[in-house]
């Protein structure tokens, strides 16, 4: 818990004073969806500058509670920042038009065999990425909610780790984790 109100805070002090207070005070009384909301809503308006990896953490943070389908578009249309903050570098890769691969095609896991999977995050400085897996629904669509976490190596026979539909920071953790070169110093550009 202690953690996830650590994020908020980051979160906030992205936005003016009196609206960081509005923000701190949806995760104080249980609002996170709204707050969340506010964020992104605030940050457009404001044209408020955020690293890839503040891009990535909140949309890990939409995903927990919920709300990613519904604020990507916004989350992506955040304005970038050519700063990181000492941090593995992370990119957000996740956008409309991105196709979901077979399970089979990221590892041999037999719990990825009937699930498509959705790339979601990389990190620039292994190449790994963190994936969201999905089951197909009978009407076409992707699940809603991810059914596992993958983090990969695109186009390696490396192994992959699945995580828990629960446990989105804890692939995030891993995923930076698992990098062993230090971050890009060069400017990052902003997804489309």
């Known amino acids: ?17 009196g609206e960081a207070r509005e923000f701190m005070d949806c995760w104080e009384i249980g609002e996170q969806e709204a707050g969340l909301d506010r964020l992104i809503a605030r940050l457009l308006e404001h044209q408020v500058p955020i690293s890839e990896t503040m891009r990535a953490e909140i949309a890990v943070a939409a995903e927990v509670w919920g709300m990613w389908t519904a604020l990507a578009p916004g989350i992506g249309r955040c304005l ?16 409309a038009g991105t196709i979901p691969l077979p399970g089979s ?9 009937d699930l498509l999977v959705v790339p979601w995050i990389a990190c620039t400085g292994c190449d790994q990425v963190l994936a969201r897996a999905h089951h197909r629904e009978p009407w076409g669509d992707l699940s809603y ?13 490396t192994p992959t780790r699945l995580f828990e539909p629960d446990a989105a920071w804890d692939a995030l953790t891993a995923l930076r984790a698992t ?9 990052m550009t902003t997804q489309p």
């Open 1 to 17: 818990m202690r953690d996830e109100a650590a994020r908020w805070r980051r979160f906030g002090a992205l936005l003016p004073p």
């Open 80 to 95: 970038g920042s050519h700063r990181d903050q000492g941090d593995t570098a992370l990119r957000l890769v996740e956008h």
């Open 105 to 113: 095609s990221v590892g041999t896991d037999t719990a990825l065999a």
């Open 145 to 157: 909610l991810a059914r596992h976490y993958v983090l990969f190596t695109p186009g390696h026979g």
């Open 179 to 187: 990098c062993d070169r230090p971050w890009p110093r060069t400017p």
